[in-house]
Every structure is written in C-alpha cells, then in structure tokens.
C-alpha cells in the first residue's frame, strides 16, 4: 500500500525553525517527484514546494521563498521540509504529496494524513 | 485570494446532478492540465480528477471533468450524502512556476 507519513510538527515561536518529514512507503521513492501543500485552519489548500530530483530542481510558493528548503533522501525514502523564520501566517497543517507520471506539473496523486505546525509565542 | 476563483458553496439534493466551476487564465488553465481534489472534513485531500477528465481508480464515473479555455467545470451527478466535502480545482502555472489552487467550494447535500 502507498503511504506517506508525516512527522515533525508542533509549536514554534515566531523566527523559529522547525524541520517536517515525510516517510514514503509502497512505491520506488526515488522515481517521483514529491511536494509539500499546506492548509491554514479554515482556509483552502496552498502549494508550498515541490522537488523534482536534484538541488537545481527545485519550486517555491513566494510566501516561502528564501526561508523554507525542500530536501530529500532517496536512501532513506523520505522527503524533509526545513522552515527557518517562521511566521504566525505560516501556521498551517502540513501535507507531504506525491506526484502523479507528469511529474513537477502534474497531479498530488497521493497525500500523507497531515502535521500540524503552530507559530506563536 | 486565490488565483483560481470557484464559488464558495454549491449545494443539491440527492440523485441531483451539480456543477462546480473553476476560473483561471492564460498562463495556468490555459494552458496546463486541470486537477480537482475532494477534501472531508478533518481528512487529507484526496485527488478526484487529473488531466482534465480522467479519473483514478476507484472514483466513481458520477465524476466527471471539462475544461474550456481559461474555465474548467466538476460535474457530480446521482449525488449521494457521501460527496458532502469541500472540493478543489488545480493547475499548474507557467507564469508563477507553482501549482495554483481555487479557494475551495463546499459541498452541502440537502
């Protein structure tokens, strides 16, 4: 069975940082491209990152731009997201996704259930 | 807001056939393929349609997607109390080089 398991969230004062992961399991990892999508509370889905296979290919949201790394490590089958300055809008659960066969633009054909990530002081 | 614009709510009653649109432009809509996801409530989204109008596997053929031009539609008929959720439309976005969503439209079945 395809599965994506998130962990790493909690609470963060503003400026913190925080590092989310993602454990894949059911499918070759590394064939994918992998992405992270975030929904504040009571609000809609946003596109946060995705990373295609290599440093240089690499996506951001402009609300993330220059503060969060998306980063993964084939070995390991696991797909990280490290969040620096964090601010009180970046409060959101956080999904890791799988994409579908058209890679970078495709579909988040599969997503993990979610980690909560709080920034307040 | 969002870059793709859906209205807030739809609603039906079951058996009834509904309809959700989906507004974009050149750059996203336009020119790339239209995804929608189902999202229940306290639940992971879950991917509905891709590419426009095919479905997974194991979504129902209720479901059904259209795109024309800068607009693409969802359409649920035979709805049950089950396709109660939020649903949203997707696209990548030349322009943005990112994913852009619509802000979500709620599902009530009466």
């Known amino acids: 069975e395809v599965q994506l398991l998130e962990s790493g969230g909690g609470l963060v004062q503003p400026g913190g940082s925080l590092r989310l992961s993602c454990a894949a399991s059911g499918f070759t990892f590394s064939s994918y491209v992998m992405s992270w999508v975030r929904q504040a509370p009571g609000k809609g889905l946003e596109w946060v990152s995705t990373?295609?296979?290599?440093?240089?290919?690499?996506y951001y949201a402009d609300s993330v731009k220059g503060r969060f790394t998306i980063s993964r490590d084939n070995s390991k089958n696991t797909l990280y997201l490290q969040m620096n300055s964090l601010r009180a809008e970046d409060t959101a659960v956080y999904y890791c996704?799988?994409?579908?066969?058209?890679?970078?633009?495709?579909?988040?054909?599969?997503w993990g259930q979610g980690t909560m990530v709080t920034v307040s002081s | 807001q969002s870059v793709l614009t859906q209205p807030p709510s739809a609603s039906g009653t079951p058996g009834q056939r509904v309809t959700i649109s989906c507004s974009g432009s050149?750059?996203?809509?336009?020119?790339?393929?239209v995804y929608w996801y189902q999202q229940v409530p306290g639940t992971a989204p879950k991917l509905l349609i891709y590419r426009n109008n095919e479905r997974p596997s194991g979504v129902p053929d209720r479901f059904s997607g259209s795109k024309s031009g800068t607009s693409a539609s969802l359409a649920i008929s035979g709805l049950r109390s089950e396709d109660e959720a939020d649903y949203y439309c997707a696209a990548w976005d030349d322009s943005l080089s990112g994913h852009v969503f619509g802000g979500g439209t709620k599902l009530t079945v009466l």
């Open positions: 050149s750059s996203n809509i336009g020119s790339n393929y």
């Open positions: 996704a799988k994409m579908g066969i058209l890679g970078v633009t495709g579909a988040f054909d599969i």
């Open positions: 990373f295609s296979g290599s440093a240089d290919s690499t």
